[in-house]
């Protein structure tokens, strides 16, 4: 009967119900969005937005596929300031920008389609700060592709705040 105990021991084990492995999410930190440079030299620096941020961090599923009944991105915002320095209670509008969207059996829509289009997102800001997980409202047909696409983040005003980018240290 001592024999028997560790297998009894390990089949309870395997016998009980486990939460499903958490999603590990990684993170892609937005940059400024830079004002465009309308002429054929350069243009001074200047950014889109009055409005200054210390971090917005996009967190997006680190699996191959898009997990199902999972947020498919976080964005979490902190240090979000006006032009007088002072942190904003408000809320920035964030917009996922879809790239370009394919559906076995139905093929590649058209950039511009407003089939792939997503709604605004609201992030409510309070001393600075906030988040929000996005979760489609319909998971994407099995085998859709999507290529590019990308996060913008609107200060209150409307203004191009933060973008998907890169930057390096100063």
């Known amino acids: 009967m001592r024999r ?94 879809s790239g370009r969207v394919s559906v076995p059996g139905i093929g590649t829509f058209p950039d511009d389609s407003s089939l792939v289009q997503q709604a605004p997102i609201a992030i409510p800001l309070k001393n600075g700060g906030g988040k929000v997980a996005y979760k489609p409202s319909v998971s994407p047909p099995a085998g859709t592709l999507v290529n590019g696409g990308g996060v913008e983040v609107f200060d209150p005003d409307g203004k191009l705040l933060a973008v998907t980018g890169s930057q390096s240290k100063p």
């Open 4 to 97: 028997m105990r560790p297998w009894f021991a390990l089949a309870a084990t395997l016998a009980i119900p486990h939460p499903a492995a958490a999603v590990q999410y990684g993170r892609v930190y937005l940059v400024p969005a830079l004002k465009r440079c309308p002429t054929a030299a350069t243009c001074p620096r200047e950014f889109e937005s009055s409005f200054t941020f210390d971090s917005i961090v996009l967190r997006s599923p680190a699996t191959r596929y898009l997990p199902v009944g999972k947020p498919a991105l976080l964005l979490e915002v902190h240090g979000v300031r006006d032009a007088a320095g002072t942190l904003v209670n408000g809320t920035l509008v964030v917009r996922v920008l």
